[in-house]
């Protein structure tokens, strides 16, 4: 079954607002006849009859309870406030309430009597996220707050006033769900308050719903939760949002297939996290309180919402705007180098976006400097250019440069940073490195900070001749420490396309068939060329499992990428001691290719490219033997190259013609 419209499910009846196989994805047309879409609005009087050992809640207020002496009792609900039709809802079940007062506000959550025990233990924060979305947000625009707990398995649904909410999310009273209200209460001011105006325009309901709740956990559990939580979706976003959703897409101006999809949600929340560190505490929720008054059970565009917080802030938003929301990819700098000139110090930042070539502009962003007694200096620059300088007057001698230390915007960069004393290990997950161990030495503690870049190494100050640089990531290692201090760390490589975040879009693009040639660069600084990095052990395991680990046993400040280098073929030496002798026939071919080794092998990799370089056709073939027979029957007609790497590492390429 499709989500959304009207469910009789077991002892519950309730509809679900939104279908999101159907279109318009507005579903009050399951129920009631309207014109169903994000723009039309009216007041609601619900009046349900149900036999009368059961409860109907609808949208608004109870104005009247009728018993109709036929066992039946009549509901009777009024919403003044003027909603959209997918927002209007019923929930009938043998509900039992639990009743708070918050803010002035009655709150109605309802359960069967055996749930209400885990309702109350689930919803414990549901004051306070109440009170933090009233301080940032402004006042609650509507008469009550309501959840009821309906039977079903995806989700929840923020009608108004009367939020469809799902009984796993308070399964044994845990608060594993709470985010789960949160994003439906936001949609209180976020989609039922303001809505957006059209589909493509989704993020504004579910981007902004789902950044409130990272609010939520910031006014429960403190900063270092929000912080830990915006990260850990910033990965996912970068790592696989593109995968999931089919391509890679902007924020705003999404089609009808991806209204829901991980780019509105998770890259809307990723963005909106963006806008806030640009603008800065005061500015934003300033503009965000300003922008629900101003708009106020109307429907909005992205363009109302730049036009009217661009009155918030000294510089232009379009560039956030038309740009990290209309763009598809993601906005990526880098400090190139820092010079010392007459009591200044010149920071060179590069842009090198990940999925697009879009010039980034008017990004507010902090440059911060580290004195070797950890004093801290930050200079506030605007980005307008590919390739800036900007002037920094440093009140100190700095020994660490970092480019948005707090990750305040979500450019294509995820990190993770500890202060370590003494030795130990130190898991640092964004980082994208792993069994990271430390020692000190003489310091008290040192500072170390691990960015993994999302983002084509730059190759500007050269690769070792030969070299394929990986256009996927790189990592840079830095921080404030010395040279008695001893590191060490793991990465793991895969050209696996799996879903897992361990191995799933990592290097899929550079290691396609084996990692053999597979080596790690390293360079101190981002000005400097790469060469193959000292102190690394490559444990491949199988090579043609396309994945496996690097050990650094000498982790040091600078950059590391992956690169696919054999330095045979650079240095101009002859391949052919390991040249796989085979032939490839009949060419032209047909239905069957046949490819005969000289020798009998246990296992080859066939990779089949048509002359723009694209696979067509990739294979592992198994069975000690020396013919193994390729169906080709799928290939267009044309010519294409054959590669084949045979378990001992051997490999060539054949042309072959397809009829
Ligand atoms: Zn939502």
């Not at 947000?137 to 649904?157: L, W």
């Not at 190139?336 to 507010?364: D, S």
Request: glycine share 6%.
């Amino acid at each position: 079954p499709q989500w959304g419209g009207f469910y009789f499910t077991g002892e519950y009846a309730f509809n679900l607002g939104v279908g999101f196989a159907s279109d318009p994805h507005n579903f009050g047309r399951a129920w009631f006849p309207c014109f169903d879409n994000f723009t039309d609005r009216a007041i609601y009087y619900t009046n349900v009859t149900v036999d009368s050992s059961y409860k109907a809640y609808a949208n608004g207020y109870l104005t009247e309870t009728i018993d109709n002496g036929d066992q039946t009792t009549t509901f009777k609900w009024t919403m003044d406030e003027p909603i959209p039709t997918y927002l209007a809802s019923v929930a009938i079940a043998k509900y039992e309430e639990v009743v708070m007062n918050v803010n002035d506000i009655p709150v109605i959550l309802t359960s069967l009597a055996k749930d209400t025990a885990n309702l109350r233990s689930s919803f414990e924060n549901l004051p306070a996220c109440i009170e933090r979305f009233e301080q940032v947000y402004g006042a609650h625009s509507f008469d009550r707050i309501g959840f009821n707990c309906v039977p079903f398995n995806s989700g929840a649904m923020e009608h108004a006033t009367n939020i469809a909410y799902p009984l796993y999310a308070i399964a044994n009273g845990s608060k594993t769900s709470e985010t789960l209200y949160a994003h439906e209460l936001a949609h209180h001011w976020w989609g039922n308050t303001i809505t957006c105006r059209t589909q493509e325009d989704m993020w504004l309901n579910e981007g902004w719903a789902s950044y409130s709740e990272r609010i939520f956990l910031e006014a429960v559990y403190g900063r270092a939760r929000y912080n830990e939580d915006i990260e850990e979706n910033h990965r996912a976003v970068l790592q696989f949002a593109h995968v999931q959703d089919g391509a890679i897409l902007p924020v705003s101006g999404i089609g009808h297939a991806n209204t829901y999809g991980r780019h509105v949600y998770n890259k809307g929340a990723d963005m909106v996290h963006t806008l806030r560190g640009m603008m800065g505490d005061t500015a934003f929720f300033a503009a965000c309180a300003g922008f629900q008054q101003e708009f106020k059970f109307q429907d909005v565009s992205t363009e109302d919402m730049l036009r009217f917080f661009d009155e918030y802030t000294p510089y232009s938003l379009s560039g956030f705007f038309n740009q990290w929301i209309k763009e598809a990819g993601f906005a990526h700098f880098d400090i190139l180098w820092v010079l010392e000139q007459e009591g200044f110090y010149n920071v060179r930042i590069k842009q090198t976006p990940r999925f697009n070539e879009v010039k980034y502009q008017n990004v507010a962003v902090a440059l911060t400097a580290f004195s070797a007694s950890w004093e801290r200096y930050d200079a506030q620059v605007m980005i307008m250019n590919n390739e800036q300088t900007f002037k920094v007057a440093c009140p100190f001698e700095p020994v660490y440069w970092a480019f948005d230390f707090e990750d305040k915007i979500s450019d294509a960069v995820t990190t993770d940073w500890a202060s370590l004393s003494g030795s130990g290990e130190v898991e640092m997950p964004q980082s994208l490195m792993r069994k990271i161990t430390y020692d000190a030495g003489n310091a008290d503690s040192i500072l170390l900070r691990i960015e993994h870049h999302w983002a084509p190494a730059d190759g500007t100050f050269g690769v070792p001749t030969g070299a394929v640089i990986s256009r996927q990531r790189y990592w840079t290692v830095d921080g404030i420490w010395g040279d008695d201090t001893e590191l060490s760390s793991e990465l793991i490589y895969s050209g696996l396309t799996t879903p897992s975040p361990e191995y799933g879009y990592l290097d899929n693009e550079l290691i396609r068939i084996t990692e053999d040639s597979l080596v790690l660069l390293y360079r101190a600084t981002a000005s400097m060329p790469w060469q193959v990095a000292p102190d690394y052990i490559k444990n491949t395991g199988s090579l043609f499992d396309k994945r496996g680990s690097i050990a650094i046993s000498k982790l040091k400040k600078g950059q590391y990428a992956l690169a696919m280098y054999d330095a045979n073929l650079a240095s101009g030496g002859s391949i052919s001691t390991t040249k796989a002798e085979f032939r490839a026939y009949p060419n032209p071919a047909d239905d069957v290719l046949t490819i005969e080794f000289a020798d009998k092998h246990d296992c080859c990799v066939v990779e089949i490219t048509n002359v723009q370089g694209q696979v067509v056709l990739s294979e592992k073939l198994k069975g000690k033997s020396s013919t193994k027979k390729l169906n080709i029957a799928k290939l267009a007609a044309g010519t294409y190259f054959v590669g084949v790497v045979t378990d001992n590492l051997a490999y060539d390429i054949k042309r072959v013609v397809v009829e």
